[in-house]
């Protein structure tokens, strides 16, 4: 394998792993806003504003720790010991 082979591949692992983060980026924001929206939605039935949204923006972003946890594999590591 030549010099620029092996560049090329370490690139394409670049950009792959930039576009797994840049996705789930994304699903981080529309995870959270749609909680949001659903505990808004949720204050305007009850009458409770801004209880639920904020319920719903918290359980959002946890939601979405834990998952960047896992895809980052941090809980496989735990598993084998």
């Keep these: 394998m030549d010099k620029d082979t092996g560049a090329k591949q ?3 692992r ?7 983060w840049f996705t789930i980026g ?4 529309l995870v959270v806003v749609a909680g949001a929206a659903i505990g808004y939605l ?16 918290f359980a959002g972003f946890a939601r979405m720790i834990y998952v ?6 941090y ?4 598993s084998k010991k």
């Design 14 to 20: 670049d950009e792959g792993q930039m576009a797994k």
């Design 42 to 57: 949720l204050d305007m039935v009850f009458n409770s504003l801004p209880g639920f949204m904020i319920m719903g923006f």
């Design 75 to 78: 809980f496989d590591r735990d």
């Design 26 to 29: 994304i699903e981080f924001t």
């Design 10 to 12: 370490q690139d394409d």
């Design 68 to 73: 960047i946890l896992l895809r980052a594999g």
